[in-house]
């Protein structure tokens, strides 16, 4: 029987830091605040991996009190996870993400992070972008939200 697992992650932006978002630098916008590389795209996929697996979440596997992945990068994070849910006996099936706000344009590079993000789980990762119409602190361009949604299905044993 297959299980789904739903992820969410959100981050508001902060001057001075990197961009990160679906595993790829977006050279020229302000990144967001966060332990790690605050990757919405990556850290969402997480959520959704371990919530299926009854694994947790991000905060229970790489939170704060977890110095060792302090400045992590989001694909690293998602590897990682993905590495827990086949060890807890599980096979991916694939992720759907959707990364919400006004910038980046996730759009303009989606096959180059699909890619990137889809080597990190050894699954199909698909990537949509989606605006609220400048409503709500996306719409203001006060931060990023992913959603992500994950199948997985246990390994049968023999």
Do not use: K
């Amino acid at each position: 029987m297959p299980r789904i697992g739903i992820g969410t992650d959100v981050h508001a932006f902060e001057e001075g830091r990197d961009c990160w978002v679906a595993g790829l630098h977006w050279p020229g916008v302000t990144g967001l605040a966060g332990h790690s590389d605050a990757d919405v795209v990556a850290h969402s996929a997480c959520n959704a991996l371990l919530s299926a697996a009854g694994l947790g979440d991000l905060g229970s596997n790489f939170g704060t009190s977890r110095p060792e992945w302090a400045g992590a990068s989001g694909v690293a994070l998602l590897t990682e996870s993905a590495r827990r849910v086949r060890d807890a006996g599980y096979e991916i099936g694939n992720i759907a993400v959707q990364v919400i706000g006004v910038v980046p344009r996730v759009g303009t590079r989606r096959a180059e992070a699909e890619a990137v993000l889809t080597a990190a789980v050894g699954a199909p990762v698909n990537l949509a972008g989606a605006t609220t119409d400048g409503l709500g602190m996306t719409g203001r361009g006060e931060g990023l939200v992913g959603l992500a949604t994950a199948l997985i299905y246990q390994v049968a044993t023999a």
